[in-house]
């Protein structure tokens, strides 16, 4: 939900975890990714166009 774009060994680095668990993490919450945000949260980039991995 940021403009700043980070690798996922950068978000693993920063959690303290493997950049593996950031991907399975992503995983298993993009499909949920609506109900994550309030409802008028802006996203800089609409969830639709997020990569699917």
């Known amino acids: 939900a940021s ?3 980070r690798s996922q060994k950068e978000i693993g680095d ?3 975890v493997a950049d593996v ?6 995983k298993l919450m993009y499909p949920h990714a609506a109900k ?3 409802d008028d949260f ?4 609409p969830i639709d166009q997020l990569p699917q991995m």
């Open 42 to 45: 802006k996203f800089t980039i």
């Open 36 to 38: 994550l945000f309030p």
């Open 3 to 5: 403009d700043e774009k």
């Open 14 to 16: 920063i959690a303290g």
């Open 21 to 26: 668990t950031i991907r399975q993490s992503y």
